[in-house]
């Protein structure tokens, strides 16, 4: 929850993210360092696959800014986690801190689904499922 909350702090406020700032500022384990160190660093691909996949009538500044940095944790971890896990991980936690009327959760299904389909067909994904599934 923690990496939520920096990105959503940035988000607010339309500040790029900085690590290094972060780092005097936040005591994070080392992989939390590394997701943020990795959203940082390809933060515009990040953002750029998540318009590529709004409708025609959104834009980026349209979302809410704890639904873009979910968005933007979840590109991440769909790259490296189990698509599964990831996209109900980051539903969960957009119902947790929104109105369940609001339905941004279905959004936030939508997107990542399609960015995980993406992934998947470009090759993308550096997590590979071990076992097959029936």
Known sequence: ???I???YS???FDNKINTNEIFKN???TKEQIKILEAIEKKYEIFQKLIINFLGSNWSWNRILPLVRAILLLGS???LVNDNKVV???MVQMIKDYTLESDKEYKFVNAVLDKINQFYEQ???KVYKKTTQEH
Do not use: H, K, W
């Open 1 to 3: 929850m923690e990496i």
């Open 5 to 7: 909350s920096l990105l």
């Open 10 to 12: 940035y988000e607010l």
């Open 26 to 28: 936040y005591d994070l």
């Open 76 to 78: 991440f971890e769909l």
């Open 87 to 89: 996209i109900n991980e």
């Open 122 to 124: 470009e090759n993308l």
